[in-house]
């Protein structure tokens, strides 16, 4: 993909990833890297991430999310990428 394109990354991050900030360190990232989408909690333990934005971005995005906060521990991540005229969404979100 392009440098300039947008994409749109669809993320499931597993391992010890609720109660440890997870959805918030997404926030953080997404707005220093001017990421558009959301990140909710799944009732399987998982955290689901719909991203959007430059690709380049995304990829540095993704790989902080292969990390996590300090308290987490990200056993694996399954990532699904579409290109996208232009983001659909304003900004980013914690969706409960």
Do not use: C
């Amino acid at each position: 993909m392009d440098n300039q394109r947008y994409a749109v990354m669809h993320l499931y991050v597993s391992g010890r990833v609720q109660g440890v900030g997870f959805r918030f360190f997404v926030l953080n990232r997404a707005q220093r890297y001017g990421i558009t989408g959301w990140v909710k909690n799944l009732y399987d333990g998982r955290v689901e991430i719909e991203a959007e934005g430059r690709v380049p971005n995304l990829h540095i995005f993704l790989k902080d999310m292969k990390s996590g906060p300090s308290m987490s521990h990200v056993s694996n991540v399954l990532e699904e990428w579409h290109e996208i005229a232009a983001p659909r969404y304003k900004d980013f979100s914690v969706t409960y």
